[in-house]
Nanobody, 125 residues
Framework: VQLVESGGGLVQAGGSLRLSCAAS????????MGWYRQAPGKQRELVAA??????????NYGDSVKGRFTISRDNAKRTVHLQMNSLKPEDTAVYYC?????????????????WGQGTQVTVSS
């Protein structure tokens, strides 16, 4: 399984960024997929996620990003996007893609949770 994250960077407060994460490999299904973040000295926290990726009708957002961030997906491309608007300095963190996948190992199907390598988002005041 490969996860390719993109879109991080440096932006001024009030600005916007769009993160993307594409999953590839021997993936049978994407059960759930979303984004977490971790700031220095803090625990990793949920940003936004599809709890059912196929239907896309159930999403969860962290309280601190509700109304500012929007998660979307392209089912066919196995990609999830995170549109981040009205960014604040406290949004500065490493953002991690986190899919829950069913993969074909060559012998059997296996459910597993994966993490991307992370992409840095820095919001200056």
């Amino acid at each position: 399984v490969q996860l390719v994250e993109s879109g991080g960077g440096l932006v001024q407060a009030g600005g916007s960024l769009r993160l993307s994460c594409a999953a590839s490999g021997s993936i049978s299904s994407i059960n759930a997929m979303g984004w977490y973040r971790q700031a220095p000295g803090k625990q990793r926290e949920l940003v936004a996620a599809f709890t059912s990726f196929t239907s896309g009708d159930t999403t969860n957002y962290g309280d601190s990003v509700k109304g500012r961030f929007t998660i979307s997906r392209d089912n066919a491309k196995r990609t999830v996007h995170l549109q981040m608007n009205s960014l604040k300095p406290e949004d500065t963190a490493v953002y991690y893609c986190n899919p829950d996948l069913t993969v074909w190992t060559g012998s059997y199907y296996n459910n597993n949770n994966y993490w991307g390598q992370g992409t840095q988002v820095t919001v200056s005041s």
